[in-house]
């Protein structure tokens, strides 16, 4: 069996008429399809970024539970049909992230969001996601070197084009300076002839 955690939406008249009643729904939806439910934790009631249906506002659940793979379909499927369920989320619970949960708002209360951190390193450790983002930024420094590099290597490209440019333009210049006295001298040349 799998470790799972799903995050429940749950219709808000439902919750405030028998909040019991609507935890053991959905706690029946997990068991029915062979779940061990770990641990349930009610986030509270907030407001929707966008509505669901007729919902503005939801109240959040987080259900921690074991359950074979195949079973998720299933709990996805039943959680569409049920009236209290809004909408669920249910993903592979990560061991490394802790679960950081925010006190339950008043409802004068602006809702913030609650955050996964990576588990705390011991003293002198980095964490996987702070080992990455060295490893990130030696990389971004890295190609930035090569492309200035890469840049310095261009400019010189160009200044020897336009260095060869101006050499190969040089014997150009210089015939066409000789033709004009080529003509004038066959002029002369007739007309001393003709003369």
């Given amino acids: 069996m799998n470790k799972y955690e799903g995050m429940f939406l ?7 008429k028998d909040w019991d009643k609507v ?4 706690e029946d939806i997990l068991k029915k399809n062979g779940a061990e439910i770990e ?35 299933r709990i996805n499927r ?7 369920v809004i909408r669920a989320l249910i993903t592979a619970f ?5 679960i950081v949960v925010e006190p339950e ?10 955050t996964k951190t990576p588990a705390t390193a011991t003293e002198g ?16 420094g890295e190609e930035a070197k090569e492309g200035e590099e890469a840049k310095e290597g261009e400019s010189e490209d160009k200044a020897e084009e336009a260095k060869a440019e101006t050499e190969s333009e040089t014997p150009k210049a210089a015939e066409a300076s000789e033709a004009p006295d080529a003509a004038s001298n066959d002029q002369e040349g007739s007309e001393q002839g003709t003369g």
């Fill in 10 to 16: 749950l219709d808000t008249s439902r919750c405030a």
């Fill in 23 to 26: 935890v053991a729904h959905v």
């Fill in 39 to 73: 641990s349930c934790e009610k986030w509270g009631e907030r407001k929707l970024a966008y509505s669901i249906g007729h919902h503005k506002r939801a109240v959040y659940l987080l259900v921690v539970f074991l359950c074979p793979g195949p079973a998720i379909g």
């Fill in 78 to 84: 039943a959680c569409q049909l049920s009236d209290v």
């Fill in 94 to 98: 990560d061991e490394k992230a802790e």
């Fill in 105 to 114: 708002l008043g409802e004068g209360s602006k809702p913030t969001t609650a």
């Fill in 125 to 140: 450790e980095k964490t996987d996601d702070e080992a990455g983002s060295d490893a990130k930024e030696a990389e971004e």
